[in-house]
């Protein structure tokens, strides 16, 4: 089979190899590839890694949906056959994530745990769920990060009502999926773009209200009549969390999702004391909420948006474009 190396950090040490089909063991499963959604993260992981401990030979990317060929003795949840998805956090079941406050569990797919760039991966089966009856195994990929970091934000942390405001810095996965997801929730739901052909677009999507990314609070303010918006997705992170906590309501929370401007984050404690805000990291979610998501997503009739699609062996120019600033998802097909 194909799978994608990293031999050390950079693009140049990314390399298309040839390997041995892996053998599922006692409690594994043996995953056909049909697609991998790529996230940010990823190109950061092949770049500099992160701050984790990767062992080298190493395989980016954590988000496959694909059949399972195989399994290895003792498997109960899965058949052969059955459509599957991985999830992002192997072990992260449901409740509080492991770790400590002086030990983070940072063990993740394509992050420590060898990734999902590759034609088959055997997994535990517990590193997977049943994908949905809904959407093809292209679509189904982009759930594992993107789709529940939107989900876990909103819904299993935000508790999001119908009545409410969201606001989505953007127009990649998380917040394409987080503009979805409010909308069939009942909220009203503002993006922010620099580009005037991505806004169009937002707005062909549900959007009610797509603002340009300059001066995107002052006209929060005038679109809400100075009140704020209930939940912002705060996508860019480093000192950008400072215009979201300008924008946020009175008791209003700001999901804290994204390092695009850096690691670390700053903002007038005026505004989060005085408004009594919540800021809430988001650390992707557990494996029970991705099985709500994907229950959700078949009721709602979720679409992914997936901006291209790209060949295995084009890996290199799927991460460009990802660079770039895609609208929506870019995802690796296995044809």
Not at 126 to 134: G, I, K, R, T
Not at 162 to 181: D, H, N, Y
């Amino acid at each position: 089979m194909r799978r994608w190396e990293m031999t050390g950090f950079g693009r140049e040490a990314l390399r298309l190899q040839r390997v041995p089909i892996p053998e599922p063991g006692p409690g594994h499963i043996l995953v056909k590839s049909a697609a991998v959604s790529l996230n940010y993260r990823d190109t950061l992981v092949i770049e500099h890694g992160m701050g984790l401990a990767l062992d080298f030979p190493f395989t980016p990317a954590s988000d496959l949906a694909g059949t399972i060929a195989a399994i290895g003795a003792g498997v109960t949840r899965f058949q052969v056959g059955d459509r599957v998805i991985t999830t992002f956090f192997p072990g992260w079941i449901a409740g509080p994530p492991p770790g400590t406050a002086k030990a983070l569990d940072v063990r993740c797919l394509g992050g420590v745990h060898p990734g999902v760039l590759a034609e088959y991966i055997a997994v535990p089966e517990d590193w997977c769920v049943a994908a949905p009856h809904s959407l093809d195994l292209v679509e189904a990929s982009t759930l594992p990060c993107a789709g529940l970091t939107a989900w876990f934000a909103l819904v299993e942390r935000g508790r999001l009502k119908a009545g409410q405001s969201v606001l989505v810095q953007g127009t990649g996965g998380v917040a394409l999926f987080g503009l979805q997801i409010a909308k069939a929730h009942g909220a009203e739901v503002f993006v922010t773009s620099s580009a005037p052909d991505k806004r169009e677009r937002a707005r062909a999507l549900g959007a009610d209200h797509a603002i340009d990314r300059d001066g995107w609070v002052e006209a929060v303010y005038r679109l809400t009549a100075d009140r704020g918006i209930d939940h912002i997705l705060e996508i860019v992170g480093g000192a950008h969390l400072a215009r979201s906590l300008e924008a946020v309501a009175v008791d209003g929370r700001v999901s804290v999702i994204g390092v695009i401007a850096g690691y670390d984050l700053s903002g007038a404690a005026g505004n989060l004391m005085l408004k009594s805000a919540t800021v809430q990291g988001i650390r992707v979610g557990h494996r029970r909420a991705l099985e709500d998501l994907v229950r959700a997503v078949d009721v709602m009739a979720l679409k992914p948006v997936i901006d291209r699609r790209y060949a295995l062996e084009d890996v290199p120019a799927a991460l460009d474009h990802l660079e770039r600033g895609p609208f929506g998802k870019i995802v690796i097909g296995f044809d």
